[in-house]
């Protein structure tokens, strides 16, 4: 393990994540053994540890830029889906397979559902080189989810979206969460989504500013 990047892992995980209210110990212990260099390119791994979203450097559609969340708002979702060790987790929009790799460490196993062909066969190879055995790379549409493998304990959706589809709820188990940042930019707000009786309800939780995932944008209705 490079010496340099465990020392930057530390003080990513004490001077972004703890600073901001994030207190579980399984979170905090996940994010110090995983390492963020080795999900993004090498040219960019002096980057990996700043308290900014990291653009990946290669995507199959340069249309839709894609990025590496910023530590402290992924820290603060992950919290607030409060993952346990039996829970099943679908993680929508993993790029390169970071936060799959964080969640594994809290959860029974994760899908790793990715949208974009590079980004999906670079999360694959890095994962199982980092052992991460407990984790499987899925591809397709990001709102969509991924039906065949539901119902899940927990939804983790990994970059901002206009609205959370229903088609992504639907796929939670009786008391599943679902957590996500619905709107662009500072007007960014996190919420938790909980399924009891059959029935979804949310709860705003705090404001982030994190960037987009693609597919999600708000159906727009016809206006005389």
Do not use: W
Not at 61 to 89: H, N, T
Not at 157 to 175: M, N
Not at 190 to 211: E, M
Request: negative net charge; contains cysteine; charged residues 20%.
């Amino acid at each position: 393990m490079n010496a340099d990047f465990s020392e930057r892992r530390v003080k990513m995980v004490d001077g972004q994540v703890r600073t901001t209210d994030v207190t579980d110990a399984a979170i905090l212990s996940a994010m110090l053994s995983v390492p963020r260099e080795a999900f993004v390119d090498s040219a960019q791994r002096e980057l990996a540890y700043i308290d900014e979203d990291l653009r990946y450097g290669a995507t199959a559609d340069s249309d839709q830029p894609r990025y590496l969340m910023e530590p402290s708002p992924f820290a603060k979702l992950a919290q607030l889906a409060e993952i346990g060790p039996r829970d099943f987790v679908l993680d929508v929009g993993s790029g390169t397979g970071y936060s799959s790799a964080v969640l594994s460490q809290l959860a029974s196993s994760v899908i790793a559902l990715e949208s974009d062909p590079t980004l999906a066969a670079t999360a694959t190879s890095t994962l199982s080189s980092l052992g991460c055995d407990n984790v499987v790379v899925v591809s397709g549409p990001l709102a969509a989810g991924y039906a065949s493998q539901a119902p899940y304990d927990v939804i983790f959706v990994g970059g901002s979206v206009e609205q959370v589809p229903d088609a992504l709820l639907a796929q939670l188990k009786e008391g599943g969460r679902l957590v996500a940042v619905e709107g662009r930019g500072n007007a960014g707000v996190a919420s938790i989504f909980l399924k009891t009786g059959g029935n979804v309800t949310a709860r705003r939780a705090f404001n982030a500013a994190v960037k987009p995932l693609p597919g999600f944008n708000r159906t727009r209705e016809f206006e005389f």
